[in-house]
């Protein structure tokens, strides 16, 4: 149990450098006990973390399809800047309240995964995530090019979908510091309800100007690692 909410505290506050771009920090979980224990954990912490750094509201997402991933979640806390992570990660190290918080860790809970990503683009509308809106995860291997071009095909997406009328919004990620995943992209598809999820894909499934857009993604740059369908919950 030590070494688990040692582990816990040091991953929610390594150290950062100061770069002006959005970061996004991703904590993937899992238990053996009933969700609901690790979830009031989760909401628990969570308060605490948006109470030493306000405008930080972290965002539970519940796996509902993830392969063998599904059973678990994770939390993710955006950043306007890696000098705002750094300057969170100080006040976190220097509360009491904060260390209070990790030692309520249920023992049957994991934290599988920690992850920091910079934030390459996302539309302007992009917000904290509401209670039920449903984000699709796709995680592109980059093979050649950089992630450039996965950005640009991302904002001709985003902006196609709002053509058609989806209610999507997009997002592209890349980590910093993500053990395996280092060398991948990630684009993240929101929407505000798995009805309007179920629409969107209905409507892009028979619409030509999708089909023609999707057949300029430079595949050649790029190979799909993972797909994933996420849920957000209330903390």
């Not at 399809?65 to 000098?83: D, K, L, R």
């Not at 980059?142 to 196609?160: H, N, S, W």
């Amino acid at each position: 149990m030590f070494k688990k909410t040692l582990f816990l505290a040091v991953t929610w506050c390594f150290a950062a450098s100061v770069v002006a771009d959005p970061v996004s920090v991703r904590y993937g979980f899992s238990t053996d006990g009933p969700p609901a224990a690790l979830i009031d954990y989760i909401k628990q912490a969570s308060a605490v973390q948006n109470k030493l750094n306000p405008g930080t509201q972290p965002e539970l997402w519940l796996n509902t399809f993830h392969g063998p991933n599904t059973s678990g979640g994770s939390v993710v806390v955006q950043y306007p800047s890696m000098e705002a992570f750094a300057a969170a990660t100080k006040r976190n190290q220097e509360s009491a309240e904060w260390a209070a918080a990790l030692q309520k860790m249920p023992a049957s809970a994991q934290l599988r995964y920690t992850g920091l990503s910079n934030v390459l683009w996302q539309e302007a509308d992009a917000k904290v995530a509401a209670a039920g809106e449903v984000m699709m995860i796709f995680t592109f291997e980059v093979l050649q090019g950089g992630t450039a071009p996965l950005v640009e095909f991302a904002k001709k997406a985003a902006a196609t979908q709002g053509t058609i009328g989806v209610q999507s919004t997009f997002r592209v990620v890349a980590p910093t510091l993500s053990g395996d995943n280092v060398g991948t992209a990630t684009v993240l598809v929101r929407y505000p309800n798995l009805t309007a999820y179920a629409e969107g894909t209905t409507k892009l499934a028979g619409n030509k100007t999708w089909q023609d857009l999707l057949a300029t993604f430079p595949a050649a740059n790029y190979r799909i690692s993972y797909t994933a369908l996420s849920t957000a919950a209330a903390l």
